[in-house]
């Protein structure tokens, strides 16, 4: 016979070493030295006290000389017993979160050891603890997601378990759990969220307190981008449809259920004044650099801002001497209307020195410093020019645009070049004829930036916008009528833009947050002076159009001892009322908002002043005021300018300086007849160097709406919609 395949032989061998039985008994070894080694772990790993997170601290917030402004952050808070909780309500939390919580024994070995490894792999934060788990993590230990803190979540939660009822713990975890609005535990929310105690929450209202602690913030009702709300609601017919599921609540009391809006957000006591306003804007500058609102929310957080404690003084003054000193709120219904915004800065550093949100924190929740639901009317036309001038733009006939360059500024003059037919009336719709660049800033001529906007491009114009500082929107669209601002800014955004303009084109970030510091850890502060975003030449000739606003044009109200640049603007409808300029050393926006007590704009017209209360009265007047006390009555510095035109600041026409009650800036209404003197209502016989001659087709379907910087009667030709109920196109778009 011959000798054994030694292959087979081998074969053999390797069965007998890796054999089914010895793969099986090292499985068995393996897992009891896992079980030995997690019981070893168990004994270690004691039940510890409360963490700092349960008995929380005050935030500090500085002025920039270092006194105190605000202490926030004390634990609004206040426990109450499971059996003060309505039961349906307690389901809902169970149903959102934990379906099995009344049958296990406090962990979710499977969710966990995902959860864990989505960590330790670098995919991110994720779910998967029990309600016992996230008590635990709540009361027990810290925030950190990393698989020490899990594995030590999941030992103490079984011990927990064992230990306590789970009426004990579904307790604590409703009280112990973050459900924004500054609001911990069940109690607070009930009333942030409805104004009523734990004990009067329904059904409904209670699933949307469960479903809001996936995601605070995102789920906010009051503050909720469309998709947050929708993210919500989904959430809340998820935690009803699982109440359904365990028999915790009947179809039809199920089908019955309406999405329970909560109500708007009250600042916490101690908020009153500008100090609410200022809070929250520092917070959200926080938030923006990476810090979660519920670390913030956690205290021990000293936060030096860069506001000026006398400047912010002087802007409160200023406005309460030119607007609410003048102001019957309480007894003239369209008085209490008016709402003022504004925001200080320096532009050689980016700090916000002052900031102003409104009567106070405590009685008008909603910065009118940082809302972006206005329209910032022709405080954007400086915009269109420094895009023209940065693109070295050229009319229709191609002729080079610079402040001496003619356009015609006959009212409802159709644009020549654009795809979408625009012909904007003029304020009053008075016509001046062949005007200059210059003179089309000083007196805000609607028609002759509208055809500026379509020779530059509003794509280009766009871009010009966004790179100063502008945020974009839904309603920023590549138009002609952006000429006349109709996009939505705040007085936080127009004065970033504006700064940069003053800082000669070098981009200005406003910055709130000098420092911000805790126990382990500091925030880097936003860098505020970046990059050239329009060229020195674009930025100082808009500088120099602007100095012509003050001097002699619609915004002479704002002069003062200093050397000035601003424009003035007053949107459709007469719904926002701005002036925004600058000196040298500061830049401020200033804007009125027409808002009734149900939050709708409405009309500043007859509120402040007879008529028309535009961006050249009491916004100016603001400024002025403001400006005047921040520099301690004036200033010898003046704009170091480098423009690519010698041509000088012609001035207006009009009488414009005299102290008789009815000579108005160039944007304020009249109802008196013109003055002889006026420039002639039809345009100039010798009309200037012609870009085309208007477009001739009649309005089509397509065609915008006019639009112009100071509200008037629509135009005849081209009327809006009449079907909308409202001033705009015909899917109710305002227009301004």
């Known amino acids: 016979m011959g000798r054994p395949d030694k292959g087979k032989a081998k074969k053999r061998g390797l069965r007998r070493l890796f054999s089914w039985k010895k793969l099986l008994g090292t499985f068995f070894v393996c897992c009891l030295l896992a079980m030995g080694a997690l019981y070893v772990v168990y004994l270690l790993v004691p039940v510890p006290s409360a963490n700092a997170e349960a008995t929380m601290q005050s935030n500090i917030y500085k002025y920039a000389n270092g006194k105190i402004l605000a202490r926030t952050g004390k634990m609004n808070r206040e426990i109450v017993g499971l059996e003060k909780i309505p039961e349906p309500v307690q389901k809902a939390f169970v149903a959102a979160e934990n379906k099995s919580f009344y049958k296990d024994n406090g962990v979710d070995i499977k969710g966990t050891t995902r959860a864990a490894w989505s960590t330790l792999t670098g995919k991110g934060k994720q779910g998967g603890s029990t309600i016992t788990q996230q008590y635990v993590k709540n009361y027990y230990?810290?925030?950190?997601?990393?698989?020490?803190?899990?594995?030590?979540?999941?030992v103490i939660a079984i011990k927990v378990d064992q230990k306590e009822s789970k009426s004990a713990i579904l307790a604590g975890y409703m009280n112990t759990s973050y459900y924004g609005r500054s609001a911990y535990g069940i109690q607070a929310a009930a009333r942030s969220y409805y104004g009523v105690d734990a004990t009067q929450l329904t059904t409904a209202q209670g699933a949307y307190l469960a479903s809001l602690l996936q995601a605070p913030n995102q789920y906010d009702w009051a503050t909720a981008s469309t998709t947050g709300r929708k993210l919500v609601e989904e959430r809340w017919n998820y935690v009803l449809d699982n109440m359904v599921g365990e028999d915790w609540l009947s179809p039809s009391e199920r089908a019955g259920m309406k999405f329970p809006v909560p109500q708007k957000p009250k600042p916490a006591p101690g908020m009153e004044g500008q100090t609410g306003y200022i809070v929250e804007a520092a917070n959200?500058?926080?938030?923006?650099?990476?810090?979660?609102?519920?670390?913030?929310?956690?205290?021990?957080?000293t936060i030096t801002l860069n506001i000026d404690e006398k400047k912010q003084k002087d802007l409160v003054k200023a406005v309460d001497r030119e607007l609410e000193d003048k102001l019957d709120r309480k007894g003239d219904k369209k008085h209490a209307t008016v709402q003022a915004g504004a925001t200080s800065v320096d532009p050689k550093?980016?700090?916000?020195?002052a900031m102003y949100g409104g009567v106070g924190a405590t009685e008008h929740w909603m910065s009118n410093a940082t809302r972006r639901d206005y329209q910032p009317a022709s405080t954007f036309k400086p915009i269109v020019l420094a895009s023209a001038l940065d693109n070295r733009a050229v009319t229709q006939d191609g002729r080079k645009i610079d402040l001496a360059t003619v356009y015609d500024g006959t009212s409802k003059r159709k644009v020549v070049g654009s795809d979408i037919p625009f012909s904007p009336e003029n304020e009053d719709n008075r016509s001046y004829g062949p005007v200059t660049v210059q003179k089309a800033t000083n007196s805000s001529i609607n028609s002759a930036f509208a055809q500026m906007i379509v020779d530059v491009g509003p794509d280009k114009t766009k871009r010009t916008a966004l790179a100063l500082g502008m945020k974009d929107g839904a309603d920023f669209g590549e138009t002609p009528a952006m000429s006349l601002g109709t996009m939505g800014a705040s007085t936080l955004d127009m004065a970033g833009v504006y700064a940069t303009l003053d800082n000669h084109g070098k981009k200005v970030t406003p910055t709130l947050v000098k420092a911000a510091s805790h126990k382990d850890r500091k925030v880097e502060p936003v860098k505020a002076i970046g990059e050239q975003v329009i060229t020195r030449t674009a930025a100082d000739t808009v500088t120099k159009a602007m100095t012509g606003v003050v001097r002699t044009g619609s915004g002479f109200r704002a002069a003062g001892d200093y050397e000035a640049a601003g424009k003035t603007g007053t949107s459709e409808n007469n719904r926002s009322a701005w002036f925004v300029g600058y000196t040298p050393e500061l830049v401020t926006a200033v804007g009125l908002f027409g808002e009734d007590t149900k939050g709708n704009q409405v009309t500043l017209t007859d509120t402040i002043n007879p008529g028309r209360a535009n961006g050249g009265r009491t916004p100016a007047q603001i400024w002025g005021a403001y400006t005047t006390s921040a520099l301690d009555g004036g200033s010898d510095a003046s704009f170091d300018l480098d423009t690519d035109t010698a041509y000088p600041i012609e001035p207006d026409p009009e009488p414009t300086r005299t102290t008789e009650a009815p000579d108005e800036p160039t944007e304020e209404p009249t109802t008196a007849s013109p003055d002889p003197s006026d420039p002639p209502t039809t345009p100039a016989t010798t009309p200037p160097t012609p870009t085309r001659d208007p477009v001739t087709t009649p309005p089509t379907a397509t065609e915008e709406p006019p639009v112009t910087d100071e509200p008037s009667p629509p135009p005849s030709i081209e009327p809006p919609n009449p079907d909308t109920g409202q001033d705009g196109d015909s899917t109710g778009r305002p227009q301004g």
Do not use: H, Y
């Not at 550093?349 to 020195?353: D, F, H, I, L």
């Open 141 to 154: 230990l810290s925030q950190d997601q990393t698989a020490t803190r899990k594995l030590k979540e999941m």
């Open 284 to 301: 959200q500058e926080l938030m923006r650099q990476g810090v979660s609102e519920e670390d913030i929310k956690a205290g021990g957080w």
């Open 349 to 353: 550093t980016g700090a916000v020195v």
